[in-house]
């Protein structure tokens, strides 16, 4: 069922869970602020009110963002808006400009249909109008046209913005690089475009890229070689053929400083275009999986990736981008190479095992091996080949298939590339080679290339390409440098278990287990200038394209005492020295005013001068008093401790302190779980012991005062503080989560993105852990009341957070009657973890009415619903009759005519349960009748409470409902002839044996379990039979 939103978005698509964020509410604000101004008046009024309201402070920033706002919502006011857009501008639309490519580049996939369509109007108008940078937005806007995708939604997005490129080619001939761009692009897209209801798009397609690529393509040989590999994808298409014919024979016909195809193929590919065939949002998954993720926890979050982006026939194609972004955009620093983070070759061998398509594995391998093939040691980068390497070197212990059709692929590329230029490939290939053992990737290729594993065929097929590597010893070092810049791969054989430890940890909150589509990504800042292609190969991971903000101590200069002072700070090293610094600058802030104007700066240069200090882990390994003492000792510590120490003593100086971190709090993100760690270390360790509830009041109180100073509610300052120290340090975490749920009950307990950031981040030792708490009472994070809520929500949670979050109920001792209304809702095949979890509760309690009710109110399957059916074996196996007399209960109460009984029922019992129709009792019935023959266990049909019951539905039901409904029926009236003739048998003088015996045993197990109200009034008619 879908469920719609109940937020306000004028923009974007959200979820009832979800809260709008600073962006958002600015947009909001703005739009609000504008309606307000120009509300009912006419045209020429409404002018006369926006100038006003330009000279508010910050009213031109409100006054454009609203019209803005009301360009992407309001299509029938676009034009007006537009208009008093170019009115009011006093940058050339920059500030517009800059925000909107943000905006595309980090929420298009959010904008809801209409805000999609008017951005495209508005890039239309933009552009006729010549407004300056526009090619940065529309080059995040072609981000979007994802490869791989043939959704309408997509669809649109790529002929909207062909039609813009076609519509206004002259614009766009005056923008080199994006020319470019947009060929990679579309000659990427093509192919996936071969359905025949697209052939109208493709044809367009084509016409628009031989005609661009013929008229500019000198411009075109800035893309290097996989402008090559993407032509090579479309050369049966016949207007390709043409222009194959004269990149091959007549190169200079299409520019006269073109020589031919090997002057593309020995230029590598910039990562600019590499990083374009994927949507912002893939690759900051991509990121997050080569950056945080451990080995050995990857595979949800991979299994995640390839639902989302890789389910569908059409999507293979899109393998070739993330291996070629891979290969070419993520290079790993040392340290993350030395870590137990998942390493490239290992993603990239889950991409070739998973592929579908031979089509799809073969362009693959392709991209894998591509820079190999032309690899120049002066020019490439070695972190560009070495993922191949690995691959094959890895996967011959536990998939040898894998590095044998590697092989055999490296081998047969050398001479069925292109002929003409087997001697260059050979040399590449060779090259490649000799680098992996210079810079010592691996020490030597024999164990690789003459592996027993290999078939004989394959291994003298290596031999006799790879002579020179195959006789040759292995090397010490043919360079004396070890291989120790940012492009090490040291993995030993056993590196997956022997990989140390790193600080970085294996969350994504998504939206999505797990990834998360719909939940906050870390502050992080996507470079948009075309103009500024700094394409350094050089450049570690976490400086490619997705950069952090920086910051530069030297953006602004502090004067005076203050200013002396951070800079000693900034200068000092030793960690005393620094202290006693940072009490001197406390001392002189405090002379300050809140309002004081260069309290930004300030803040600004503090968080340069102590960001360093509280990078990655601070929490100590091993928990002593003095260990939490000295992970306090430095200078950002000193300043929280002068704040406790204000607010301790109720003294007014913690205002300009509350007013300095929040400052500070846009360039330190961590500093909100610090304080939250630093109060709980003081107060742990001080010398007087101080009672517990004011010590918690205290907590309170100085992170009250913080939340309130950054203008955030509490529950959402506790999500994104747990959410950021998840990123740097779980141990942290999980060492302050206890006292947040203690001392703010009522912003976390059954808070779901609370709850799912801490589940998401914590591994099984850790999770062992918050269990041990639960049960030693010092932890509570559930309560009764609206945890339904809460269980709904987890429901697209990743499943090792799902089974997390139901042992964590049944750690709390949570009722079977709170959770059980939540089975009506839940599907057998999509929410197996939940009905695990409930089938395992149901396991532990008898069968009562109300238990009863639930499970025949859940919707009948086709295929039988084997949740109730398992649940009802199970009660079975103990208690036959009492679930016989409940089903037969229900089963006659749904028809009121043979219920005399039914107005004298208490309502005593504190579950009300949905009560099923009779349709329902029956169809579930019927579909527990198929499964039970298969199973053979038809025993309970045989009781006489329930033929009693099967015979009170036959007589009240309909034409229709016993032709539904007859197989049901007839288990009825064959008992009737078995009982008949048995009775027969037994009045020729056979007796039933040990008959007494059996009717107390009956009797007994009758007045055990019989604990409802709805079976007593049955009760007083049953004459049971003992003799079937």
């Known amino acids: ?110 904008f809801n249909d209409v805000v999609k369509q008017q951005l495209v109007w508005l890039l239309r108008e933009m552009i006729k109008n010549a407004v300056s940078n526009v090619d940065n937005l529309v080059w995040n806007l072609m981000r979007h046209a994802a490869g ?27 923008f080199p690089l994006l020319i470019a761009s947009v060929v990679y692009t579309y000659l990427r897209i093509i192919e996936d475009h071969h359905a025949p209801y697209l052939a109208n798009l493709r044809q367009k397609e084509v016409n628009f890229l031989i005609s661009i690529m013929r008229e500019h393509f000198h411009e075109c040989l800035v893309i290097g070689r996989d402008l090559v590999r993407l032509l090579q994808n479309v ?36 990562r600019r275009f590499l990083q374009s065939r994927l949507t912002p949002e893939m690759e900051r998954k991509l990121v997050f999986l080569t950056s945080q993720v451990r080995f050995g926890n990857h595979k ?13 026939p059409e999507s293979q194609s899109l393998r070739c981008d993330i291996i070629r972004f891979i290969v070419g955009v993520i290079h790993p620093t040392n340290e993350l190479l030395c870590s137990d983070i998942i390493p490239r070759w290992a993603v990239i061998g889950w991409l070739l095992t998973t592929c579908t398509s031979s089509v799809a594995v073969s362009n693959a391998k392709l991209a894998l091996f591509y820079d190999w093939l032309f690899f120049d040691s002066e020019k490439d980068n070695i972190m560009n080949i070495e993922p191949a390497i690995l691959v094959m070197h890895h996967s011959m212990r536990s998939h040898p298939a894998v590095s044998a059709t590697l092989l055999d692929f490296l081998c047969r590329i050398i001479s069925n590339f292109y002929p003409p230029l087997t001697d260059k490939v050979r040399a590449g290939i060779f090259t490649s080679l000799r680098q992996i053992l210079d810079k010592r990737v691996l020490p030597s290729l024999l164990p690789l290339f003459d592996n027993s594993k290999l078939d004989r065929e394959l291994r003298n097929m290596v031999r006799e390409t790879f002579k020179e590597f195959c006789n040759a010893m292995p090397l010490e070092s043919s360079s004396k440098e070890e291989f120790n810049v940012p492009h090490s791969a040291k993995y030993d054989d056993d590196s997956s278990d022997t990989r140390m430890t790193t600080t970085l940890n294996n969350h994504i909150l998504d939206s999505e287990p797990a990834f998360s589509d719909d939940e906050e990504e870390p502050s992080l800042t996507i470079n948009t200038n075309l103009e500024d292609d700094t394409d350094d190969d050089d450049i570690p991971l976490s400086k490619v394209r997705l950069k952090e903000k920086s910051d530069k101590s030297d953006d602004s200069l502090v004067e005076g005492p203050i200013g002396e002072t951070l800079l000693k700070l900034q200068q000092e090293s030793n960690a005393e020295d620094r202290c006693e610094l940072m009490e001197k600058f406390v001392e002189q802030i405090m002379d300050l005013d809140e309002e004081d104007e260069n309290l930004a700066t300030i803040a600004k240069s503090l968080s340069n001068c102590v960001k360093n200090d509280v990078k990655g882990e601070i929490f100590p390994e091993v928990l002593t008093q003095e260990n939490l003492l000295d992970s306090i000792k430095s200078p950002l510590f000193i300043l929280f401790k002068t704040l406790y120490g204000f607010t301790k003593q109720d003294e007014s100086g913690k205002d300009i302190l509350n007013h300095l971190m929040a400052e500070m709090h846009g360039d330190l993100p961590n500093l909100g779980y610090l304080i939250l760690y630093f109060l709980k270390v003081q107060i742990r360790t001080e010398n007087k012991k101080e009672d517990h509830t004011k010590a918690s009041a205290l907590k309170i109180s100085v992170y009250k005062d913080f939340c309130q100073s950054i203008e955030k509610k509490i529950d959402i300052c506790i999500f994104d503080d747990l959410y950021a120290c998840h990123i740097s340090d779980t141990k942290l975490m999980m060492w302050i989560v206890p006292d947040l749920y203690r001392d703010f009950k009522q912003q976390t307990l059954n808070n779901a993105q609370i709850l799912r950031v801490i589940i998401s981040a914590i591994d099984s030792r850790q999770f062992q852990t918050l269990v041990g708490k639960v049960l030693q009472g010092h932890l509570v994070m559930f309560k009764p009341e609206n945890l339904l809520t809460l269980l709904k929500t987890s429901l697209a949670w990743e499943s090792i957070e799902q089974f997390f979050l139901w042992q964590l109920v049944n750690a709390h001792d949570i009722s079977i009657d709170t959770v059980l209304p939540l089975i009506t809702e839940l599907d057998y095949e999509q929410h197996s973890e939940a009905l695990t979890a409930i089938t395992l509760m149901l396991k532990q309690e008898k069968p009562n009415a109300d238990y009863i009710k639930y499970l025949f109110s859940r919707d009948i399957c086709d295929n039988g619903d084997l949740f109730v059916f398992t649940i009802i074996k199970y009660w079975c196996d103990e208690y036959i009759d009492k679930v016989a007399e409940l089903i037969s209960s229900l089963l006659s109460t749904r028809y009121p005519s043979t219920s005399p009984n039914k107005r004298k029922r208490s309502s005593s019992k504190t579950l009300s349960a949905t009560v099923p129709s009779a349709d329902q009792v029956l169809g579930h ?79 007994v197990v009758w007045e055990i379990s019989d604990t409802s109200q709805e079976s007593s009034e049955v009760r007083p008619k049953l004459k049971l039979n003992f003799n079937i």
């Open 1 to 110: 069922m879908e469920v719609k939103s109940t937020g306000t978005s004028r923009l974007f698509l959200t979820s009832p869970v979800e809260n709008k964020d600073d962006i958002e509410e600015k947009l909001e604000r703005s739009y609000q602020f504008l309606q307000g101004t120009i509300a009912g008046l006419s045209d020429k009024d409404a002018h006369e009110a926006l100038n006003k309201a330009l000279l508010k402070e910050k009213g031109y920033e409100e006054v454009s963002f609203g019209l803005l706002v009301t360009i992407l919502t309001e299509p029938h006011n676009a034009a007006k808006s537009y208009r008093d857009l170019t009115l009011i501008t006093r940058d050339g639309f920059g500030l517009i400009v800059t925000n909107l490519s943000q905006l595309v580049l980090d929420r298009y996939l959010k």
């Open 148 to 174: 791989g995708d043939v959704s309408p939604r997509n669809i649109t997005l790529i002929e909207s913005l062909l039609d813009v490129f076609m519509e206004y080619r002259s614009w766009l001939e005056k």
């Open 235 to 270: 050369a049966r298409i016949p207007e390709f053929e043409q222009l194959w014919r004269d990149i091959l024979l007549t190169p200079k016909s299409l520019s006269p400083t073109f020589n031919g195809i090997l002057q593309l193929l020995q230029n590598r590919t910039s």
């Open 300 to 312: 949800r979050y991979q299994d995640w990736f390839q639902r989302q982006y890789l389910a569908t």
């Open 925 to 1003: 019935l019927e579909k527990l009748r198929i499964i039970c023959e298969k199973h053979d266990c038809m025993a309970i049909y045989t009781l006489d409470s329930m033929q009693r019951a099967l015979s009170i539905a036959q007589n009240n039901s309909n034409d229709s409902q016993r032709k539904q409904f007859s197989e049901l029926f007839a288990l009825m009236e064959e008992e009737e002839e078995i009982s008949a003739t048995k009775s027969r048998s037994q009045g020729r003088g056979r007796k039933p044996a040990n008959k007494t015996t059996t009717t107390n045993k009956r009797q």
